[in-house]
C-alpha cells in the first residue's frame, strides 16, 4: 500500500506484526509499505475478522488454518484450535 498512515493504523490496531518499506521498483512507481503478521498472531487476527468476511474468504482462511493444524499436529497448543476447525468444540 502507498499509504503508510493506513499500513500504520493497521499495524497499531492488532498490535501485532510488522511494517515494511519497500522501493519503488521503476521511477514512476511510489513508495509503498507493507504489514505482516505470521504464526499465533495472525491465526488470532483471523479469529478477529473471520465473522466479517464473504464466504468464499472464510473459506480461504478454512483452507490456511486447517493447514497449519497439519504443520503443527505434534504442539498440544494448537489441538484446540484444530478442535474448533473440525467442529468438535
Same mark, same amino acid.
Given at each position: 500500500m502507498t499509504d503508510k498512515d493506513v499500513i500504520d493504523g493497521i499495524y497499531k490496531f492488532f498490535n501485532t506484526g510488522s511494517v515494511v518499506y519497500i522501493k519503488p521498483r521503476q521511477k514512476h512507481h511510489l513508495d509503498s509499505w507493507r504489514w505482516r503478521a505470521r504464526g499465533k498472531s495472525a491465526v488470532n487476527i483471523y479469529f478477529k475478522i473471520y465473522n466479517y468476511l464473504s464466504?468464499?474468504? @472464510?473459506?480461504?482462511? %478454512?483452507?490456511?488454518?486447517? @493447514?497449519?493444524?497439519? %504443520?503443527a499436529n505434534g504442539r498440544e497448543k494448537y489441538k484446540k484450535l484444530e478442535r474448533v476447525l473440525n467442529g468438535v468444540v
Open positions: 464466504a468464499r474468504r @472464510k473459506g480461504k482462511i %478454512d483452507e490456511v488454518l486447517k @493447514k497449519y493444524c497439519e %504443520d
